[in-house]
């Protein structure tokens, strides 16, 4: 089992900036694939940015503003988000997966609990 736990959600203004990360625990020498989604109200989750393997993936609404990364020392993942918007607006979770990586949410296994991003205009 894998366990990933989120924090660094919070208000945040227009432009602003803000760093998730998602630490992981268990048996995490098994993850290949991590990734960020987010799933504001009333719509379906979303890929925001991926990575495994050497491989990373942004959804396009986040291509220069967003940056993933991974710390293997601190089994930890981050997403360092710039420039925010009020449409980043959303609960944004952590995911991994053992296989590859891949974009499809439906395919990762673990999850985090969720932490919340707002962004006001």
């Known amino acids: 089992q894998v366990q990933l736990v989120e924090s660094g959600g919070g208000l945040v203004q227009a432009g602003g900036s803000l760093r998730l990360s998602c630490a992981a625990s268990?048996?995490?020498?098994?993850?290949?694939?991590m990734g960020w989604y987010r799933q504001a109200p009333g719509k379906q989750r979303e890929l925001v940015a991926v990575?495994?393997?050497?491989?990373?993936n942004y959804a396009d609404s986040v291509k220069g503003r967003f940056t993933i990364s991974r710390d293997t020392a601190k089994n930890t993942m981050y997403l360092q988000m710039n420039s925010l918007k009020p449409e980043d607006t959303a609960a944004y979770y952590c995911?991994?997966?053992?296989?590859?990586?891949?974009?499809?949410?439906?395919?990762?296994?673990?999850w985090g609990q969720g932490t919340q991003v707002t962004v006001s205009s």
């Open positions: 995911a991994a997966r053992l296989g590859g990586t891949v974009i499809d949410s439906t395919l990762y296994t673990y």
């Open positions: 268990g048996n995490i020498f098994r993850i290949n694939a």
């Open positions: 990575q495994g393997g050497g491989w990373i």
